[in-house]
């Protein structure tokens, strides 16, 4: 048998909440971004008219200064997008482990011995890939998967 894995989460409906979860939480992070470099655009600009009236000694620790915090709020930024990039990996482990039952079943069932992912195979029937029905199985038994985190999360 064959299956997409992408497919699998991408059109799951545990899948399919994830990604808008993510996805949204980017938006919000984009925003936030943006709002952030635009305050220190603004920092920017009066450190800059600043720097006319001031000496090179007065300046340095100002400039220093801004420069750390600009740095700061990089780092903060990376280590949010990395946050939500393991949320993603995570939540796809978790998918697989709820899913393997699912597919331990479908696998008896057809009595095939193997599951492959479809990318791998070069030339195969349409008929040995079980990728939209083990969809269904999974919606049916585990749904959006919320119930599942919420359980694992407590």
Do not use: Y
């Not at 709820?98 to 029937?125: K, T």
């Amino acid at each position: 048998m064959t299956l997409s894995s992408e497919r699998l989460f991408a059109e799951s409906a545990f899948g399919q909440r994830v990604l808008r979860e993510i996805e949204a939480e980017g938006v919000l992070l984009g925003e936030e971004n943006e709002r952030i470099v635009a305050e220190l655009s603004r920092e920017e600009k009066v450190l800059t008219e600043q720097r006319a009236t001031m000496t090179a000694e007065e300046f340095r620790p100002l400039a220093d200064a801004f420069d750390e915090k600009v740095q700061s709020h990089r780092e903060g930024q990376r280590a949010k997008l990395d946050v939500l990039a393991r949320r993603s990996e995570e939540a796809r482990q978790m998918f697989l482990e709820l899913a393997r039952p699912v597919l331990i079943d479908l696998l008896r069932e057809s009595g095939a011995s193997i599951i492959i992912e479809r990318s791998s195979v070069f030339l195969s029937s349409d008929r040995t890939d079980i990728t939209d029905a083990a969809i269904a199985r999974i919606n049916a038994a585990i749904g959006d998967g919320s119930a599942a985190e919420n359980g694992a999360s407590e």
